[in-house]
């Protein structure tokens, strides 16, 4: 199965060889895309370094900030392009774990998606501040009550079994922010798709700081409520996406 992990950078320079070093020990059968959003502080620079001692790592530009959302949705159709079957996303700031990705391979076996949750055990965000976990739990708290999806909705670390998967079904997500984590999956939900959860802790940051500032909290609320009213029309759109052959169309 062919296997692609893929994570968004902006400004990790910190992290980046860090992070690709901790992948590489887990001896895995996969490909490594990064995509960095013209990071002013040289991480691109960094990747491009480290891309010309392994072929397995692919290394993609932007021209600037577009949003996290848009990025994972850039990924990802770019993996249909490539011929993907399966892909994993992960953050860069070594809040995710590497030791947990063998897991969410091995779990797409009778899973289309599978979701690390914060959620499954009591301790997972034990270092982190008050403020992140009243914002997640918030966020955790309305995807479910709102848009009935009854999974960690608003995490990055994640695997989509992309020969599963129609194509276009990430087409109908608009998100370009970090409201993509939840509308993806309530489209994902909708759809069909075989979810699965796995418990994951996240350790806080330890270098570099977070991307998320309160615009893009105000922002993903308002998407949140358009999407409420949403459900219907989405429906009847991925209604059209049945046909097994075109997955990839």
């Given at each position: 199965?062919?296997?692609?992990l893929?994570?968004?950078?902006y400004n990790?320079?910190?992290?980046?060889?860090?992070?690709?070093?901790l992948?590489k020990?887990?001896n895995?059968?996969i490909?490594l895309?990064?995509l960095?959003?013209?990071?002013?502080?040289?991480?691109g620079?960094?990747?491009?370094?480290?891309a010309k001692?392994?072929?397995r790592?692919c290394?993609l530009?932007?021209?600037?900030?577009?949003?996290i959302?848009?990025?994972?949705?850039?990924a990802?159709?770019w993996?249909y392009?490539?011929?993907?079957?399966?892909v994993v996303?992960?953050?860069?700031?070594l809040?995710?774990?590497?030791e947990h990705?063998?897991?969410?391979?091995?779990s797409?076996?009778?899973s289309?998606?599978v979701?690390g949750?914060?959620?499954?055990?009591?301790?997972s965000?034990?270092?982190?501040n008050?403020?992140?976990?009243?914002l997640?739990h918030?966020?955790?708290?309305?995807?479910r009550?709102?848009?009935?999806?009854?999974?960690?909705?608003?995490g990055?670390?994640r695997?989509?079994?992309?020969?599963r998967?129609?194509?276009?079904v990430?087409?109908?997500v608009?998100?370009?922010?970090?409201?993509?984590?939840?509308e993806s999956?309530h489209?994902?939900?909708?759809?069909g798709?075989?979810?699965?959860?796995?418990?994951?802790?996240?350790?806080?940051r330890?270098?570099?700081?977070s991307?998320?500032?309160?615009?893009?909290?105000?922002?993903?609320?308002?998407?949140?409520?358009?999407?409420?009213g949403?459900?219907f029309?989405?429906?009847?759109?991925?209604?059209?996406?049945?046909?097994p052959?075109s997955h990839n169309?």
């Amino acid at each position: 199965m062919k296997t692609l992990l893929f994570i968004p950078t902006y400004n990790e320079q910190e992290n980046v060889q860090r992070i690709y070093e901790l992948i590489k020990a887990q001896n895995l059968d996969i490909d490594l895309l990064f995509l960095d959003d013209n990071s002013p502080d040289g991480t691109g620079r960094i990747l491009d370094e480290m891309a010309k001692h392994d072929p397995r790592l692919c290394v993609l530009h932007r021209t600037g900030k577009l949003g996290i959302g848009s990025a994972h949705q850039h990924a990802i159709q770019w993996a249909y392009d490539q011929g993907y079957s399966l892909v994993v996303s992960m953050d860069c700031d070594l809040t995710h774990p590497p030791e947990h990705i063998p897991e969410f391979i091995q779990s797409t076996t009778d899973s289309d998606v599978v979701v690390g949750s914060r959620f499954m055990h009591g301790e997972s965000l034990a270092e982190w501040n008050f403020l992140r976990k009243f914002l997640t739990h918030l966020g955790h708290f309305l995807t479910r009550h709102v848009l009935r999806v009854p999974y960690d909705a608003t995490g990055a670390f994640r695997s989509y079994r992309l020969d599963r998967i129609h194509r276009g079904v990430f087409r109908l997500v608009k998100s370009s922010g970090y409201a993509f984590f939840f509308e993806s999956l309530h489209v994902l939900c909708l759809s069909g798709a075989r979810v699965k959860e796995i418990p994951i802790e996240l350790p806080i940051r330890t270098h570099g700081q977070s991307k998320m500032k309160l615009t893009d909290v105000l922002a993903s609320l308002q998407r949140l409520l358009q999407l409420y009213g949403r459900s219907f029309y989405l429906k009847s759109k991925l209604s059209k996406l049945n046909q097994p052959e075109s997955h990839n169309a």
